[in-house]
């Protein structure tokens, strides 16, 4: 009955506003951290190829742990991504009632925005739209990983960029989540008051550059990387499917 009350006059049966909207709020911003770290880690781990190829295996073969299982188990990976992609679901299913989803919430969004002028409510703009593209693009993303977790290596990788095409979606991606990201996290510290201090104007200020930093340095190493990838993807392309042997094991099969 509570419910049905809530639902009619929009106030709780005490005559009280809902406290569930806020703890909606509290959960955005748990998931969207979580997910920020995790894309810190992800992109330092996509990364490796930078070092080398036998540096991506044996961390692609790490988290098979293959120091447990011979030869690692490529499942353990699904399980992974299974959890992460249930965080982004939980994340975007309640990032989505912030959407403006008409045509007249839009345009007063919009027209608020450049008449504000003001670098957060400008970076709000960007965090609804770059969360929208994500959910289709990454939703891509994550469900190939789920579903082939055996192909990830230093050539599966550079096969799936360069001859299945996904550098295109990769760049979109890299794009809006890096920003998303970086914006996400500041704005949620200052949502929150996390690091007000004595002076929160300039926190503000240490936080605006610290997003900057945080952008440029992920945007920059994951522009490199893909561009690693496409490398070796091309110089690959005529043996598509080959998997990638470490240089340690094709000395012993040389002998
Ligand atoms: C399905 C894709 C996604 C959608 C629809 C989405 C949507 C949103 C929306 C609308 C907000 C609230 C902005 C605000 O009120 O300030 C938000 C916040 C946030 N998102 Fe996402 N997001 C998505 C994916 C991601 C990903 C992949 C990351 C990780 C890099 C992420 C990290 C964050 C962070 C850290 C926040 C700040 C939380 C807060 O403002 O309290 N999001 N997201
Ligand atoms: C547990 C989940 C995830 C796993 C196991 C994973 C794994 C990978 C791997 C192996 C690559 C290298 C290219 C390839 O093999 O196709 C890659 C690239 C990439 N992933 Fe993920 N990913 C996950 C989640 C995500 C999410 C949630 C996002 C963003 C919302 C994302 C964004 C990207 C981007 C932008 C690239 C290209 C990076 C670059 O080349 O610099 N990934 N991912």
Not at 166 to 190: P, Q
Not at 223 to 233: F, P, Q
Request: charge should be positive.
């Amino acid at each position: 009955m509570d419910r049905v009350i809530e639902a009619y006059t929009d106030v709780t049966a005490e005559g009280k506003k809902s406290r569930t909207p806020a703890k909606l709020d509290k959960w955005l911003t748990a998931s969207g951290v979580i997910l920020a770290l995790f894309m810190m880690g992800h992109m330092m781990f996509v990364s490796t190829i930078l070092l080398g190829k036998d540096v991506m295996h044996a961390v692609t073969k790490a988290f098979e742990l293959d120091f447990i299982f011979d030869g690692g188990v490529p499942f353990i990976v699904s399980i992974f991504v299974a959890i992460i992609s249930a965080i982004f679901i939980v994340h975007a299913i309640l990032g989505v009632r912030k959407f403006p989803t008409s045509y007249k919430t839009y345009i007063k969004v919009r027209e608020h925005a450049k008449l504000m002028n003001h670098k957060d409510t400008s970076m709000w703009m960007f965090q609804w739209i770059s969360g929208l593209v994500m959910m289709f693009a990454a939703t891509i993303h994550l469900y190939i990983m789920f579903t082939q977790p055996q192909n990830i290596g230093p050539y599966a990788s550079a096969d799936r960029v360069v001859s299945e095409h996904m550098w295109l979606l990769y760049m979109v991606l890299l794009i809006c989540v890096e920003i998303h990201g970086s914006v996400g996290l500041y704005r949620a510290a200052m949502k929150w008051g996390w690091f007000d201090g004595a002076n929160p104007k300039e926190t503000r200020a240490k936080l605006l550059n610290v997003k900057k930093l945080l952008s440029y340095f992920f945007m920059t190493l994951g522009v490199i990387t893909l561009l690693a990838y496409i490398k070796i993807g091309i110089e690959h392309s005529d043996n598509v499917g080959e998997k990638y042997v470490p240089t340690s094991h094709s000395k012993v099969l040389e002998k």
